[in-house]
């Protein structure tokens, strides 16, 4: 079992695990032993942004070092709308002589969020998305990687119609487009992105790399040939690659349209 201090079992420690604690007493001016409530750093929805969070009320008294459950509330320091709740147990093991907690769950639920572009390209399975998402916070390889390759082989049709909504916008090669439309028809995702051969606008690639090459090459391992921990790096790798080709393709869009704003404001001075 890990050591580690308040701050980060709060902050770090996915639910479902037990982990020492080495800091949780903490005595107050009279002396009275309560378990440590420290500020916290996490994602905040309203802000947008990582923010400092503070402790909410009163901690329990833990100076007899009696088992405790307990609800931990906090809330962004920065907008105060923003909450984050905690369901939390401790046992002192005498033995070790170590606090003991465990973190039955949160909410907002662990890990960081999923920005709502990708949620709006993955479209209709946002929740099959989201069950792969727990998973690979609590290390369920396996489960990540079939939730995460179910959505992609689901929402192919979706994916490509978005490639080609963006192609068509950068004015890109009719040929790709119709490539596009064919591989659309494709049952499996792997087949249909084998079927483009002409290169995906620049704007779309993701460090130089194709982003449907990169999603290819992630989905065709076999989830049999896989350990856990190797299904988990590959669902990691899934998730990124999709989150960053959902921001590239709106931000196609978006470049695009300030491009056609300024140079229609400058057009329309030189006529005026
Ligand atoms: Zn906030």
């Given at each position: 079992?890990?050591?580690?201090?308040?701050?980060?079992?709060?902050?770090?420690?996915?639910?479902?695990?037990?982990?020492?604690?080495?800091?949780?007493?903490?005595?107050?001016?009279?002396?009275?032993?309560?378990?440590?409530?420290?500020?916290?750093?996490?994602?905040?929805?309203?802000?947008?942004?990582?923010?400092?969070?503070?402790?909410?009320?009163?901690?329990?008294?833990?100076?007899?070092?009696?088992?405790?459950?307990?609800?931990?509330?906090?809330?962004?320091?920065?907008?105060?709308?923003?909450?984050?709740?905690?369901?939390?147990?401790?046992?002192?093991?005498?033995?070790?002589?170590?606090?003991?907690?465990?973190?039955?769950?949160?909410?907002?639920?662990?890990?960081?969020?999923?920005?709502?572009?990708?949620?709006?390209?993955?479209?209709?399975?946002?929740?099959?998305?989201?069950?792969?998402?727990?998973?690979?916070?609590?290390?369920?390889?396996?489960?990540?990687?079939?939730?995460?390759?179910?959505?992609?082989?689901?929402?192919?049709?979706?994916?490509?119609?978005?490639?080609?909504?963006?192609?068509?916008?950068?004015?890109?090669?009719?040929?790709?487009?119709?490539?596009?439309?064919?591989?659309?028809?494709?049952?499996?995702?792997?087949?249909?992105?084998?079927?483009?051969?002409?290169?995906?606008?620049?704007?779309?690639?993701?460090?130089?790399?194709?982003?449907?090459?990169?999603?290819?090459?992630?989905?065709?391992?076999?989830?049999?040939?896989?350990?856990?921990?190797?299904?988990?790096?590959?669902?990691?790798?899934?998730?990124?690659?999709?989150?960053?080709?959902?921001?590239?393709?709106?931000?196609a869009m978006k470049d695009e349209a300030e491009l056609n704003d300024a140079v229609s404001r400058l057009a329309n001075k030189k006529a005026g």
């Amino acid at each position: 079992m890990d050591d580690l201090t308040q701050r980060d079992f709060l902050e770090r420690v996915p639910p479902g695990a037990k982990v020492c604690v080495t800091d949780l007493e903490n005595a107050d001016r009279q002396g009275t032993v309560r378990y440590r409530t420290p500020d916290i750093e996490l994602h905040c929805t309203t802000c947008n942004g990582t923010r400092f969070f503070a402790f909410l009320g009163t901690a329990d008294y833990i100076g007899k070092r009696e088992s405790f459950k307990s609800f931990l509330s906090y809330y962004c320091r920065n907008c105060r709308r923003c909450q984050k709740s905690y369901a939390i147990s401790g046992t002192y093991e005498e033995a070790a002589n170590k606090w003991v907690l465990y973190k039955y769950g949160e909410e907002p639920a662990f890990g960081p969020p999923t920005p709502a572009r990708a949620i709006t390209l993955i479209g209709p399975d946002r929740d099959e998305f989201l069950k792969g998402r727990r998973c690979e916070n609590q290390g369920l390889g396996v489960g990540a990687f079939v939730y995460y390759r179910r959505v992609v082989e689901n929402q192919k049709g979706r994916i490509f119609d978005e490639i080609i909504r963006v192609s068509r916008h950068l004015g890109a090669d009719e040929a790709l487009i119709a490539e596009l439309e064919g591989a659309k028809t494709e049952v499996q995702f792997t087949k249909a992105t084998e079927a483009i051969k002409h290169a995906i606008p620049q704007s779309l690639l993701i460090n130089g790399y194709n982003p449907l090459t990169l999603l290819h090459s992630a989905l065709s391992q076999g989830v049999h040939e896989l350990t856990d921990e190797q299904c988990l790096e590959v669902a990691n790798s899934i998730r990124i690659v999709l989150i960053e080709f959902a921001d590239r393709l709106a931000q196609a869009m978006k470049d695009e349209a300030e491009l056609n704003d300024a140079v229609s404001r400058l057009a329309n001075k030189k006529a005026g």
